[in-house]
């Protein structure tokens, strides 16, 4: 009888002991877990510090200061201290947009009773990246819409009239313009004739790199003079009756703009899906004609034709495409 309780003792003595050390080593499992999110909130941190820094402050010129100042900020904690001199910094220039890494690797986080136990301690990592998008791409055609009162949304599908820079006004919903580039100060023709280029470029799939620190204005031209010109010129870079979709990049612009400065807001990265030349509008150099019917359908007035390779005779080139990605200048993390 007496050794049945001494075992009895001792039975509950061990379990004790065990249900101690079980619910222990959660806690210290606990504890590894929130340090993991904490090293994920340094490595966030870094790496918005050190890509703001290097894209707003240096213009992509110092990536030597730029490590210094997220160091600086990281010291402000007592965690970010602690493994600032961990930190290692990824630069890849090469992507579009660029991008930024910070990471920590191989923190030993040490815990009493693992320790005690003579278990392993805990390992662990955290990396984060940073978008720098300054609105790069290599698929740019200088072509804006007016996103002054208007909504995009990535996704969405448009249809839009070519419109000379004289008929801009932030109300615009059916219009799109092209503009000049710096660099290429003509006017008229020869400047219609340098977009032409660009589009044809980006059709065959070469590079048409663009970025925000870029400056286009809508194209200085003379609207009665210039607009069917416009129409032949841009429509013979898509060769109408053997377009095939294809991607490419083009530019909202803000309430700030007027018809020889626009504001450039965001990059649009689109599917042109289809490019139609029109007819049927009785004074197309008045700028007053009717792009909608009573029910809102938009240039239902009008003959679109899909023949030919240019708009040759035609008063007007539509284009129909869709919103694959909407971009904005600044630094966000992946």
């Known amino acids: 009888m007496k ?25 210290d499992e ?35 200061t730029s490590e210094d100042i997220s160091d600086s900020i990281l010291d402000e904690t007592k965690l970010g201290t602690e493994v600032k001199p961990n930190i290692n910094y990824t630069w890849d220039d090469l992507a579009i947009p660029r991008t930024v890494t910070a990471s920590i690797s191989n923190y030993n986080q040490k815990n009493f009773w693992y320790t005690l136990l003579g278990l392993n301690s805990f390992t662990l990592q955290a990396s984060s990246t940073a978008i720098l998008d300054n609105g790069e791409t290599n ?33 615009d919903n059916v219009g799109f313009f092209g503009l000049r580039l710096p660099g290429n100060a003509g006017g008229g023709q020869s400047t219609y004739s340098h977009l032409k280029n660009i589009i044809d470029d980006v059709m065959k ?14 194209m200085p031209n003379v609207l009665s003079a210039d607009i069917d010109n416009d129409v032949k010129q841009i429509s013979s870079s898509f060769k109408i009756s053997s377009f095939t979709p294809t991607p490419m990049s083009i530019v909202e612009v803000g309430c ?64 129909n495409f869709t919103i694959d990605k909407i971009r904005e200048k600044g630094v966000r993390l992946e």
């Open 3 to 27: 050794k049945a309780m001494i075992d009895q003792v001792l039975l509950g003595g061990f379990l004790f002991i065990v249900i101690i050390v079980f619910a222990a080593t959660v806690s």
């Open 30 to 64: 606990k504890a590894g877990r929130e340090k993991a999110h904490d090293l994920k909130k340094v490595t966030n941190t870094a790496a918005l510090a050190v890509g703001n820094y290097y894209m707003f402050q240096t213009k992509f010129n110092d990536k030597e």
């Open 139 to 171: 698929t740019f055609v200088p072509i804006a819409v007016n996103g002054c009162n208007n909504s995009f949304s990535e996704g969405s599908t448009f249809d839009y009239i070519l419109k000379a820079a004289d008929l801009y006004n932030p109300s």
């Open 205 to 218: 799939g070469k590079d048409s790199y663009y970025d925000f620190e870029q400056e286009p204005q809508s």
């Open 256 to 319: 700030g703009s007027s018809s020889r400065n626009m504001v450039i807001e965001r990059v649009f990265e689109i599917t042109m899906n289809a490019v139609y030349c029109g007819n049927g509008c009785n004074n197309p150099l008045s700028g007053n004609c009717s792009l909608n019917n009573l029910n809102g359908g938009i240039f239902t007035d009008m003959n679109w034709s899909t023949a030919g390779n240019t708009c040759n005779n035609n008063q007007f080139f539509r284009i």
